[in-house]
């Protein structure tokens, strides 16, 4: 992995190193990468910016050397480098089932994941997951796993949001669903 590069007529480069067992390509403005979790792709609409490959590395570089197309550069670096390790080793976000006041039961089945008796309700919470994700329960955590690093966060944020309850006290009421690692970063 090398720095941004620029010329002196403007010009901007950043590389990004492909692992042995990893794979891209490019279609139009979609980005492909392939490995050995399975596949990921982004679709990639920059005006003053080329994405190449060439050999083992992402080339993306800029003709402009303009502040704004620097920033872009190291926002898609690091979005390629998200896919990257998605398709070597799943993204995992872990939430905990904290239920103080009622026993909550948390169940996954056919692409819905299903929050009974939540605060003493009657009518369960119901969550539709996104394609892509696969959602683990184990006692009380909930495993969310997937390739692209986007979906696993927002399914994550989807399940916390369920059990939001507006209007209600937090040092109290602490029963829900809360996000405690994020991507193997440890939440306090």
């Known amino acids: 992995m090398q720095k941004v590069k620029s010329s002196r007529k403007g010009k901007i480069t950043k590389d990004i190193d ?3 067992n990893v794979s891209a390509s490019i279609n139009g403005q979609v980005l492909l990468i392939k490995g050995p979790k399975g596949e990921v792709n982004r679709e ?22 303009k502040k704004e197309d620097k920033k872009t550069i190291g926002t898609l670096a690091a979005h390629i480098k998200n896919m990257v390790r998605g398709s070597m080793q799943n993204h995992v976000y872990i939430l905990k089932i904290c239920s103080g006041h009622f026993p909550m ?11 009974k008796n939540f605060l003493g309700e009657k009518v369960p919470r119901v969550l ?12 009380d955590i909930i495993h969310v796993t997937s390739i ?3 979906i696993a966060g927002q399914v994550s944020a989807d399940i916390e949001q369920l059990t939001r309850r507006p209007g209600y006290d937090t040092r109290i009421f602490q029963d829900g669903c809360y996000i405690i690692s994020k991507d193997g ?3 306090k």
């Open 185 to 187: 970063k440890e939440l």
């Open 105 to 115: 039961n948390v169940s996954v089945s056919n692409n819905k994941l299903a929050v």
């Open 44 to 65: 990639i609409k920059q005006r003053n910016i080329s994405i190449k490959i060439d050999n083992k590395k992402i080339v993306i570089e800029s003709k402009s050397g």
């Open 18 to 20: 492909l692992h042995d």
């Open 148 to 150: 692209s690093k986007e």
């Open 128 to 139: 539709e997951l996104k394609e892509g994700a696969d959602v683990k329960v184990e006692g």
